[in-house]
């Protein structure tokens, strides 16, 4: 079974930057749709972005133009590229298939605040 590992979480001021990666265990991730979720506190957790194994992409309107998915299929890793973050930003974020049926990982937690 596949497992997530979800790094790159930090503290930040708003305007700030940080590069998150997800660890996938599995090759199988080379062909999986995946997706950054986000869960704020007292909120449900929503789809952020999602990249498709040939790389193309797709953002929720709140990211567009300041957060980038990526992955390294050769590395089974995904990456979210989040630039000028804003105190909205702030939750845990989360890798699976865009399907969301791969076993959550615990996450990584993203603080943005002055």
């Known amino acids: 079974q596949v497992q997530l590992v979800e790094s790159g979480g930090d503290s930040v001021e708003p305007g700030g930057s940080l590069r998150l990666s997800c660890a996938a265990s599995?090759?199988?991730?080379?062909?999986?749709?995946m997706a950054w979720y986000r869960q704020a506190p007292g909120k449900q957790r929503e789809l952020v972005a999602t990249?498709?194994?040939?790389?193309?992409?797709f953002y929720i309107d709140s990211v567009k133009d300041r957060f980038t998915i990526s992955r390294d299929n050769s590395k089974n890793t995904l990456y979210l590229q989040m630039n000028s973050l804003k105190p909205e930003d702030m939750a845990v974020y989360y890798c699976?298939?865009?399907?969301?049926?791969?076993?959550w990982g615990q996450g990584t937690q993203v603080t943005v605040s002055s």
């Open positions: 599995s090759r199988l991730f080379r062909i999986y749709v």
């Open positions: 699976n298939r865009k399907e969301g049926t791969l076993p």
């Open positions: 990249i498709t194994n040939g790389g193309s992409t």
